[in-house]
């Protein structure tokens, strides 16, 4: 028996941008806070730019001398990130890491 949706054809040219993104994953997202020996940050700054999933590094001054943001499809891959890649560029001395909440996971009762 064939049923009303078996010869059906999805068109793929309706440039639905809203669907597509709604079916997406969201990415977790942190900063990184990010310490480097004496006079070395702009080669640790470089070897950030050049890791995928590193979107943003900026020079700070203060008790940190990079901040960093970083985006992952799960907090397991921001662990990796941080963990196996951020922290053995061979200037970085330390990290801080403050994790990005989803607005989907907000809301007035965390305020409390």
Same mark, same amino acid.
Do not use: C, W
């Given at each position: 028996?064939?049923?009303?949706?078996?010869?059906?054809?999805?068109?793929?040219?309706?440039?639905?941008?809203?669907?597509?993104?709604?079916?997406?994953?969201?990415?977790?997202?942190?900063?990184?806070?990010?310490?480097?020996?004496? &006079? *070395?940050? %702009?080669?640790?700054? =470089?070897?950030?730019? $050049?890791?995928?999933?590193?979107? @943003?590094?900026?020079? /700070?001054?203060?008790?940190?001398?990079?901040?960093?943001?970083?985006?992952? &499809? *799960?907090? %397991?891959?921001?662990? =990796?990130?941080?963990? $196996?890649?951020?922290?053995?560029? @061979?200037n970085v001395? /330390?990290?801080?890491?403050?994790?990005?909440?989803?607005?989907t996971e907000?809301?007035?009762?965390?305020?409390?």
């Open positions: 028996m064939e049923t009303v949706f078996e010869n059906l054809e999805v068109p793929t040219n309706l440039g639905l941008p809203i669907i597509e993104s709604a079916l997406a994953k969201p990415l977790r997202q942190a900063f990184v806070f990010i310490s480097t020996e004496t &006079e *070395s940050y %702009e080669s640790a700054l =470089e070897d950030l730019k $050049r890791i995928e999933g590193v979107d @943003e590094v900026h020079p /700070s001054r203060g008790a940190y001398d990079i901040i960093a943001k970083v985006s992952g &499809e *799960s907090l %397991e891959n921001l662990r =990796e990130l941080i963990f $196996r890649r951020i922290r053995n560029i @061979e001395k /330390s990290t801080l890491t403050l994790m990005v909440i989803p607005p907000f809301s007035e009762a965390t305020l409390k």
